[in-house]
């Protein structure tokens, strides 16, 4: 073979002006489309590093509250005191504050009041975060640093809090404030009442997160968007009627005086159990005589919790309260009598903290009590909101869903009001197995895991569709950008891509790493990235920051001159995953084989050289129907 001059040529090419070189080739003006080119994501630190770790420098603020707090059943009204101290662990010194002030959601000047948006519905739940008629809106009576009142500025539902002098690095104040409102019948779809049931959240002047990605995250609840918070502790003394029992965060500080010996002797052998104890029997709820110390009055009950982002608490005067132990966890349900399906809601709970804590992490707090009642579902530390739905599948549904929120966002701190996919959609995702175990041997434990790829055509309409990045009160179909399309894109991940096992190891180190810290986006995709060991940006791209779609297809099969045979596969959409092909030969033999995604590096056409000389009679691509193929019609050969 003659050898070309290439020293020769290289001499030429370097007397060739560089602008004159770019303008011949173009190569300036080509952007890099391969699928598998970098994500721009912001430049790691020593603060959140390469690997998607917190860093050595790793930071986040702290705020502790002390609040006593009365509920007037007859004026329908809290009516709170307290305060909060602020650690600023930043490296900044902070001119100002900024709180949320939610319970002026709805002000009759809010945005949700002046919108009175249409609810959300989510297949057979309605989700209503306008205010429903409700004129409400809290008042702050004084708020103070050191006896002095601030200098303070709102904006519907945040609170703009100027110091005297900036907080320095490493300093602290202790902030406090006077507060009371009315109870909405249902506030944004997550607190209120019915009747003299009271679940109340967002109750109390709370501090933004200010964190080294954004500084201030200080974007207003509307509605749709969910909780930012930061961690610390809480002491919290509520005063009720006598005749009230209460569920709250944290642990129960006074049980001697608002337990009778009857329920704290049953609590004991709950505690001991792992099948549900009465500790209200349905033949006591609603008689204070008999499930109250004492039955005129008030009483008050205290209330502490370590390393939370929240409190709420839930308080009525007929519940039906049973309890079991899950491994020192006491499991608590707190229902109406006329709740008949909830007598299984203990087993569904136990069930749930179970799964979760031992297949990801487990659970860290005492007690996961949830309550039923109006709200629709929410979820707070240790503490759920739960409605009394129709069918058994639907109760455990939303019981398990609620408490997968105690590990997104509660353990795991993301941002909610901008990023639900790392929440709802996380959660999602781990309960759709725990429904699956639940109800293992039913059609419906049998086919819940597929549910989420069964939505993909109604949801995933081109020019309705919006990426998964999109803030939630700008999502037109939060069911599917929020819920259940991050879920699919787990699912894919986890059995298509990874593999359980690669998978499971990968997630449950995002989970360790960034227990009860705020991690973004960018922390996940370099965790995942890191302890999995393959590179995934093709992967985010497509499902998190587009609307791709995928359409894998089998263009042709072609005997080669030895003998065997070649497939030719084309990638005609715009995601890339891996393919499987289910290949059938001549003797009716079926084998499947399964190709990475690397099969795309060099473009959308692959030519599979398939081993042997065996004549093959079909080819079916995907032949589980496990991917969100949009076009089945060019999956199989012959057509």
């Not at 031992?358 to 240790?382: D, F, K, L, N, V």
């Not at 960018?522 to 999995?532: C, G, L, P, T, V």
């Not at 003998?563 to 290949?583: D, H, K």
């Amino acid at each position: 073979m003659r050898i070309p001059n290439l020293f020769g040529v290289a001499c030429v090419l370097a007397t060739v002006p560089l602008a004159a070189l770019r303008a011949q080739s173009g190569a300036a003006g080509v952007a890099d489309s391969s699928p598998f080119r970098p994500l721009t994501l912001p430049a790691p630190n020593d603060v959140r590093t390469g690997s998607g770790r917190p860093g050595a420098h790793y930071w986040q603020q702290r705020a502790s509250y002390r609040l006593n707090a009365t509920l007037d059943p007859d004026k329908n009204e809290v009516r709170g005191r307290g305060a909060i101290h602020y650690v600023n662990r930043s490296p900044d010194a902070l001119p100002y504050l900024w709180l949320f002030v939610e319970q002026n959601l709805c002000e009759p000047a809010s945005i949700t009041n002046l919108l009175n948006q249409p609810p959300l519905v989510f297949l057979g739940s309605t989700f209503d975060f306008s205010c429903q008629g409700f004129a409400g809106g809290g008042t702050l009576e004084s708020m103070k640093i050191r006896g002095a009142e601030v200098k303070r500025t709102r904006y519907g539902t945040t609170l703009r809090v100027d110091l005297a002098r900036p907080l320095a690095p490493g300093d602290s104040l202790d902030l406090e404030m006077g507060w009371h409102f009315n109870v909405p019948p249902q506030g944004g779809g997550r607190m209120g009442h019915d009747g003299p049931l009271y679940e109340i959240a967002q109750w109390y002047p709370r501090m933004v997160v200010y964190d080294d990605v954004r500084g201030w995250n200080h974007e207003p609840y509307i509605g749709a968007g969910e909780f930012y918070l930061e961690y610390g502790s809480f002491d919290v003394s509520l005063t009720v009627p006598a005749g009230y029992l209460v569920a709250a965060t944290g642990e129960l500080a006074n049980p001697l005086q608002v337990l009778t010996a009857p329920q704290r002797a049953r609590l004991a052998l709950a505690r001991r159990s792992d099948t549900a104890v009465a500790i209200v029997t349905a033949a006591e709820a609603g008689q204070a005589a008999r499930t109250r110390p004492v039955t005129t009055g008030t009483m008050t009950w205290h209330f502490t919790a370590k390393n939370v982002r929240d409190f709420a608490f839930a308080a009525g005067p007929n519940f039906r309260w049973d309890a079991s132990d899950y491994d020192g966890i006491l499991i608590e349900t707190f229902y109406r009598p006329k709740a008949t399906g909830w007598v299984e809601a203990n087993r569904m709970s136990r069930e749930a903290i179970k799964y979760f804590s031992e297949q990801w992490y487990r659970y860290p707090y005492s007690h996961a009590t949830t309550i039923e009642g109006p709200i629709e579902g929410m979820e707070y530390p240790m503490l759920t909101f739960v409605p009394a739905s129709p069918s058994r599948e639907e109760l455990q549904w939303v019981v398990a869903h609620e408490f997968g929120h105690e590990w997104f966002p509660m353990i795991v701190g993301s941002n909610e009001r901008l990023y639900p996919w790392m929440d709802e959609g996380f959660n999602t995702f781990i309960d759709l197995a725990n429904a699956a175990k639940y109800f293992k041997g039913t059609a419906y434990g049998d086919s819940i895991e597929v549910h989420p790829l069964h939505l993909y055509a109604d949801h995933a309409v081109p020019g309705n569709e919006q990426p998964l990045i999109t803030k939630p009160t700008e999502v037109r179909d939060l069911f599917w950008g929020g819920y259940q399309k991050p879920a699919l894109m787990m699912q894919t991940l986890r059995c298509e891509v990874l593999g359980p096992e690669r998978f499971d190891a990968a997630f449950r180190e995002y989970i360790r790493a960034w227990a009860f810290k705020h991690p973004t986006p960018a922390d996940f995709f370099r965790m995942m990235r890191d302890a999995s060991g393959m590179e995934l940006d093709w992967f985010w791209r497509g499902w998190v920051f587009t609307t791709a779609r995928l359409d894998q297809a089998i263009d042709s099969v072609a005997t080669r001159r030895d003998g065997g045979t070649t497939i030719y596969l084309s990638n005609r959409g715009t995601m890339v995953l891996p393919a499987e092909l289910a290949i059938t030969f001549a003797d009716g033999r079926i084998t499947t084989v399964k190709l990475p995604v690397e099969m795309w590096n060099l473009g959308s056409s692959f030519a599979y050289r398939l081993p042997g000389t065996m004549h093959v009679t079909a080819v079916t691509l995907d032949p589980r129907k496990a991917l969100p193929d949009i076009n089945r019609a060019n999956n199989s050969w012959p057509r």
